[in-house]
């Protein structure tokens, strides 16, 4: 299966001097949420499938076990850009994001809620943090968010963590569907969904208004979009690379993690693509 990359185009009202006049923080706003309505992963045929109850408990263990991939790096790209900022209440502020994973002691944070949800659906924790099983295209996808975050400006990675806005609606649409039809994972496994409905709508405010604050140029906003366009496609391809692995073996056969990766390496080489076209 090939990747879904979309290709995104923003508008090039030109003045006379052939550079775009800046938009108004309202409007810059409107073409950010434009991109999460258009490009969000929530729209991904495989999570349509998860909300409508069409996955085999094998499909849904290997996303379980792929996006542990991406959830574990969360706090260490949020690291990266928090080292970016010269303002000590930025990074205080910031610093809360990496809490919210890793925890304030062992046995809490975000990470630990997924290590849970896999406990819940039959995974071990030792398969989780196995990356050998992890599907390559969902690791080079995962690679491409968090060097992004590491080569960009602040302002760039700061606008790519802009899908954050679009997480609380989709938790919510992802926690209905798993009571409603899959009763055999517990209902304690969904803890981190329900975390994330406050803290995605709590952080996406946040990144917003930075991001409102600082693209004040027609080429920053262009950035800005961009970058959310890019991340957009990151967690498109990582659904294409978990969605691809069961395609050789009816959807079922392989380990939590694995399965044929023929198609994720096809994922893999869209995201390398996108990677050059924004890094």
């Known amino acids: 299966m090939t990747a879904t990359v979309k290709t995104f185009h923003t508008d090039t009202d030109t003045g006379a001097g052939g550079v775009g006049a800046p938009w108004t923080p309202d409007e810059l706003t409107e073409r950010l949420r434009a991109v999460s309505a258009e490009r969000y992963h929530d729209r991904h045929p495989f999570n349509v499938r998860m909300h409508q109850g069409a996955l085999t408990p094998a499909e849904l263990r290997r996303w379980i076990a792929n996006r542990f991939h991406y959830q574990r790096h969360i706090p260490v790209k949020d690291a990266l850009i928090l080292a970016k900022f010269d303002d000590p209440a930025l990074r ?34 030792e398969e989780l943090w196995d990356t050998s099983r992890v599907l390559p295209g969902v690791r080079l996808a995962v690679d491409g968010y ?38 055999w994972i517990d209902a304690e496994g969904l803890a981190y969904f329900r975390g994330r409905v406050g803290q995605g709508g709590r952080d ?7 991001v409102r604050a600082w693209a004040r140029t027609r080429e920053q906003q262009e950035r800005a979009v961009a970058a959310l366009a890019f991340k957009c496609d990151v967690l498109w391809s990582l659904l294409d ?14 380990d939590a993690a694995g399965g044929g990766d023929g198609a994720s390496r096809e994922a893999s ?5 996108e990677r050059g076209g924004h890094a």
């Open 92 to 125: 205080r502020g910031w610093s809360r994001r990496i809490r919210d994973h890793d925890g304030e002691r062992p046995g809490e944070g975000g990470i630990e809620r997924w290590l849970r949800l896999g406990e819940a659906a039959g995974i071990a924790r």
């Open 146 to 183: 968090v060097n992004f975050c590491r080569l960009r400006p602040a302002l760039d990675a700061v606008a790519a963590s802009l899908t954050e806005l679009s997480a609380p609606d989709l938790m919510r649409t992802r926690i209905a569907a798993f009571e409603r039809h899959y009763p």
């Open 204 to 210: 996406g405010q946040e990144a917003l208004g930075l």
């Open 241 to 254: 690379a978990v969605d691809g692995a069961g395609r050789g073996d009816g959807a079922g056969g392989g």
């Open 269 to 273: 080489g869209a995201v390398a693509g």
